[in-house]
């Protein structure tokens, strides 16, 4: 059983900046893979960056690479995005993910625990 929860969503301006934490708790696996997704109203959820749990191997979609990172910080069980030059595309609710197993994985269908969203929106 794992619980994870989503901080730091919010509104900011094209351009801004924001980072999203996602803290994991409960009977948390020895490794296991995280990402994050996004969901727009009526769109499907897509990927948008994985980590391994070494923090070795990141994956990014393209719509984002150059402009976000993640990371991780295992001791505290917390995984991190960071969102540089947002774009008003950005806008959705994000979801963080996490799954059994040390790879990172782009696939939602790949992962078993996935916190409540939290809303980031980004204005002109």
């Known amino acids: 059983q794992v619980q994870l929860v989503e901080s730091g969503g919010g509104l900011v301006q094209a351009g801004g900046s924001l980072r999203l934490s996602c803290a994991a708790s409960g009977r948390t696996f020895s490794s296991y893979g995280m990402g994050w997704f996004r969901q727009a109203p009526g769109k499907e959820r897509e990927f948008v960056a994985a980590?391994?749990?070494?923090?070795?191997?990141?994956y990014y979609a393209e719509a984002v690479k150059g402009r976000f990172t993640i990371s991780r910080d295992n001791a505290k069980n917390t995984v991190y995005l960071q969102m540089n030059s947002l774009k008003p595309e950005d806008t959705a609710v994000y979801y963080c993910a996490a799954r059994r197993g040390p790879l990172a994985h782009m696939t939602s269908a790949a992962y078993e625990y996935w916190g409540q969203g939290t809303q980031v929106a980004v204005s002109s």
């Open positions: 980590i391994s749990w070494s923090g070795g191997t990141t």
